[in-house]
């Protein structure tokens, strides 16, 4: 059926002819609405594994575990020298990899270490785990200030000042 067929021309009392409906014709479909384009979306990627670890921590936890390794070498009495330069091979790794969540459970340990060692008067342990605990510490600290500039430049990129 086409619109022809449902306006057409009725013929009123006293034969004057008009545009009208006729109501026993079926009516044309409505004209579908047409689809809203969708709304774009500007997504930044903000990705904070692009923010690295600065280069001079870098070669200071290649310094401290190259000292672990050897340490250990020449000095294994204990299982303590061995579980230390495990951890400090973790701890190079996770700095090559810019995570420093593995940093905060290293940190605890030492800073344990730290308190036994003073404890029981093992000089060379305490300036060890003293040094290393501050190196995490800093790394930590800088790594997160690094990121957060890294998230303020981002959304000052996104939301401009008006």
Do not use: W
Not at 18 to 40: K, M, N, Q
Not at 97 to 117: G, K, T
Not at 139 to 150: A, G
């Amino acid at each position: 059926m086409t619109t022809n067929e449902y306006y057409n021309v009725v013929i009123n009392p006293g034969d004057i002819p008009v545009i009208g409906i006729d109501d026993t014709a079926e009516r044309p479909l409505p004209l579908p609405d047409p689809e809203p384009e969708p709304e774009r979306n500007h997504v930044r990627n903000i990705d904070v594994r692009s923010v690295k670890i600065r280069g001079v921590y870098k070669f200071m936890h290649f310094i401290m575990l190259f000292i672990t390794i050897m340490g250990t070498i020449m000095a294994s009495d204990n299982y303590q020298s061995l579980v230390d330069m495990f951890l400090s091979i973790i701890t190079y790794v996770s700095v090559l990899e810019n995570n420093a969540n593995i940093l905060f459970y290293v940190v605890f340990y030492f800073a344990l270490c730290f308190s036994l060692a003073t404890y029981n008067l093992y000089f060379e342990y305490t300036a060890y785990y003293f040094i290393y605990s501050i190196l995490n510490i800093s790394t930590i600290v800088h790594l997160s200030l690094d990121r957060r500039d890294y998230y303020i430049n981002e959304l000052i990129s996104v939301f401009p000042n008006p």
